[in-house]
């Protein structure tokens, strides 16, 4: 019995390692055959290096990598710097990079994009995987609100190397086949590269969706009532989209921060002057479709900072525009001093517009007590 049972182990194992073998040549053998034709693929964009992306804007999925600025090391103290302020400054001259994923008919057309009353353009990296599930069955549904129409598109681009960027890249594909909702670049998404998405992203609306009405630009972590949203922009005297808007969490009188620990670290080769323009935080902002354009243009002009909303407020000031305040977005989130009182009360939320920062399951919860249940709120917070 002893040695029956021994043999089954050792000719269990045995065929185990043949088999493992067997899927470690196989796997080996996939991605030698990946890097070939990754290299193939190198070697044909080299070639297209010469041809100006900006001449052949339809076809973005054939645009060269932007290669780096060697003279950037060149800056006085570059050495000292961070590592990625110095991966900044060498891609800071960049604006274009190839498309992963696109949708270019997300608006229906450049030509009809007027139909779209509100996009919503959602920052979102690629691991965020629940936020972006979350988002599509509750805030962020496609749909009709009040006769307007709303459409819903996550900006991404790419984290990690090797195998674990490739399976990131799967699973962004997964999602595009299934929901037609993503925009991705072949750069890294990273907290210092979000100033280049954004621009990435102005692009798209100018090739795509010049006529949308309005958008909100924001995070994949935020409680957006987006049903208010199209109620608050419907209700606006005389913009229909074709006049300035831009509103949010305005801040004003601040300045770069000169700490190289802080994670918004702006040291003087970056940025000399001690003063920002007023600009809304990044958490979420509404703006017109007219403003839009408006960013877009002055940003041709304007050298990227790596603090996207920051960036934002300079192309504004450089058109002459101001930023609003929106009592209603909250993006520094919404503080209850009483613990009599539930933090997650859907009669506080109800109101809001937009309020940061929230956890996908909470996410989930507040949406629908907001949105389906037959709220009944108490007089305090009854407006
Ligand atoms: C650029 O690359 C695309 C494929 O990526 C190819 O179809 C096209 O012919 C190339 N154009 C030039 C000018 O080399
Ligand atoms: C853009 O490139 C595609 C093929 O990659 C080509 O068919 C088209 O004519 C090009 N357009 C321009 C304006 O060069
Ligand atoms: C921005 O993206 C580029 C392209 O992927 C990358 O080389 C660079 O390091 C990134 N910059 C930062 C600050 O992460
Ligand atoms: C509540 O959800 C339904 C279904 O998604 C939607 O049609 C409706 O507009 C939502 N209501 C509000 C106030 O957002």
């Known amino acids: ?15 185990l ?8 040549i196989c796997l080996l053998y996939d991605y030698n055959d990946n890097q070939i034709s990754h290299l193939q693929k190198a070697v044909m964009e080299d070639d297209n290096q010469t041809m100006s992306p900006a001449q052949n804007a339809s076809h973005p999925t054939s645009w060269p990598p932007c290669e780096p600025n060697m003279a950037a090391a060149d800056i006085r103290d570059f050495s ?5 302020l110095q991966d900044f400054l060498y891609f800071q001259h960049c604006r274009q990079f190839p ?14 994009s007027d139909g779209v009353f509100l996009l919503l353009v959602i920052k979102s990296s690629p691991g965020n995987y629940e936020n972006r599930e979350v988002l599509r069955k509750t805030w962020a549904k496609e749909r009709l609100h009040n006769g307007a129409l709303i459409r819903r598109l996550f900006i991404t681009g790419t984290e990690q190397t090797g195998f674990e960027k490739a399976r990131q890249n799967q699973l962004l594909q997964l999602e595009q086949s299934e929901y037609g909702d993503i925009l991705q670049w072949d750069f890294t998404d990273s907290f210092y590269n979000l100033t280049l998405k954004q621009v990435l992203f102005l692009q798209w609306i100018d090739r795509n969706c010049p ?15 987006t049903g208010k949203m199209v109620e608050y922009l419907q209700g606006l005297d005389g913009n229909d989209g074709d006049k300035h808007l831009f509103s949010g969490n305005v801040i004003y009188n601040s300045s770069p921060i000169r700490s190289p620990s802080s994670k918004y670290f702006i040291p003087m080769q970056v940025q000399a002057s001690n003063s920002y323009p007023p600009y809304c935080s990044g958490g979420g902002f509404l703006l017109s ?3 839009a354009m408006v960013i877009y243009k002055m940003s041709t002009a304007v050298p990227l900072l790596p603090i996207d909303d920051v960036y934002i407020g300079m192309c504004l000031a450089k058109a002459g525009l101001h930023p609003a ?29 937009l309020v940061h920062r929230f956890l996908p399951a909470q996410i989930y919860l507040m949406w629908h007590r907001v949105n389906y249940s037959n709220l009944k709120c108490s007089s305090f917070t009854k407006h």
């Open 17 to 24: 390692l043949v088999v493992t073998l067997v899927m470690v």
């Open 289 to 291: 479709g007219y403003t």
């Open 1 to 15: 019995m002893m040695r029956v049972l021994g043999r089954t182990e050792i000719s269990t194992s045995t065929l």
């Open 211 to 225: 006529h949308v009405r309005f958008l909100l630009n924001g995070d994949d972590d935020v409680f957006a009532n």
């Open 80 to 84: 000292s710097l961070p590592k990625t």
């Open 99 to 112: 498309m992963l994923l696109d949708v270019p008919d997300k608006c229906g057309g450049a030509e009809a």
């Open 325 to 353: 305040y929106h009592m209603g977005i909250l993006t520094n989130g919404l503080y209850i001093p009483s613990k009599k009182i539930d933090k997650y009360d859907p009669c506080i939320y109800r109101d809001f517009l």
